[in-house]
């Protein structure tokens, strides 16, 4: 019922800059912490980046400085900014939000919270 749709993906050169976008779309009672992840092929999801519902912010060691994470409530939507980009920042990026549903637009909650995760885009840094 509820959709994660990602945006903003591409190609850039080291030291470039891209944004990433990740909109909630459906029937949402409430949206709580949200996230990017990333992952590459044989290798384990990782967090990159997470933000909670009152805008508190955690960063991996590797992205701090140069990645910087933000929601804007109003829109169901959260955003990555990649700044100083890497060649290992390489890798699919996944956002994640914790999402309580509704019916048809009812303002009565149904069930409890789930995690929800986008369809993934690629980001490549290379030269």
């Known amino acids: 019922q509820v959709l994660l749709v990602e945006s903003g993906g591409g190609l850039v050169q080291p030291g470039g800059s891209l944004r990433l976008s990740c909109a909630a779309s459906?029937?949402?009672?409430?949206?709580?912490?949200m996230g990017w992840f990333r992952q590459n092929p044989g290798k384990e999801r990782e967090l990159v980046a997470a933000?909670?519902?009152?805008?508190?912010?955690n960063y991996a060691d590797s992205v701090k400085g140069r990645f910087t994470i933000s929601r804007d409530n109003a829109e169901n939507t959260v955003y990555l900014q990649m700044n100083s980009l890497k060649p290992e920042d390489t890798a699919v990026y996944y956002c994640n939000a914790e999402v309580v549903v509704s019916t048809g637009g009812s303002r009565v909650p149904l069930g409890g919270p789930r995690d929800l995760w986008g369809q993934g885009t690629q980001v490549t840094v290379s030269s």
């Open positions: 933000i909670t519902s009152g805008a508190s912010t």
């Open positions: 459906g029937s949402i009672f409430s949206i709580g912490a």
